[in-house]
């Protein structure tokens, strides 16, 4: 089993940047591809950015490109994502995501989410 937490969402102004982390335990996720989703109360869960097994990054949503990055460290069994220029819209709970393949990242290992919200 894997467990994955993730921490450093808060409340910040737009403009400003934040970095979450999800750290994995329990078994090592070095060779499953993590992502990022995000859902905003009362919206649907949108994919954010995903990074492969090998730390190259697959692609970002059309909403952050240009100024969110992921990254992850294996060292660590950690993935980042590198939010930049928040925006109000960026306000949602953020999820971590492992999986053997992004095409089934939603039967994969999810975290429980943390809180980002950007105030205007």
């Known amino acids: 089993q894997v467990q994955l937490v993730e921490s450093g969402g808060g409340l910040v102004q737009a403009g400003a940047s934040l970095r979450l982390s999800c750290a994995a335990s329990?078994?090592?996720?070095?060779?499953?591809?993590m992502a990022w989703f995000r859902q905003a109360p009362g919206k649907e869960r949108e994919f954010v950015c995903a990074?492969?097994?090998?730390?190259?990054?697959?692609n970002c949503g059309d909403s952050v490109k240009g100024r969110f990055f992921i990254s992850r460290d294996k060292d660590k069994n950690t993935a980042y994502l590198q939010m930049n220029s928040l925006k109000p819209e960026d306000t949602a709970v953020y999820y971590c995501?492992?999986?053997?393949?992004?095409?089934?990242?939603?039967?994969?290992?999810w975290g429980q989410g943390t809180q980002v919200t950007v105030s205007s």
């Open positions: 329990g078994r090592s996720v070095n060779n499953y591809v």
């Open positions: 990074v492969s097994w090998s730390g190259d990054p697959i």
């Open positions: 995501a492992a999986s053997p393949s992004i095409a089934i990242m939603t039967s994969g290992y």
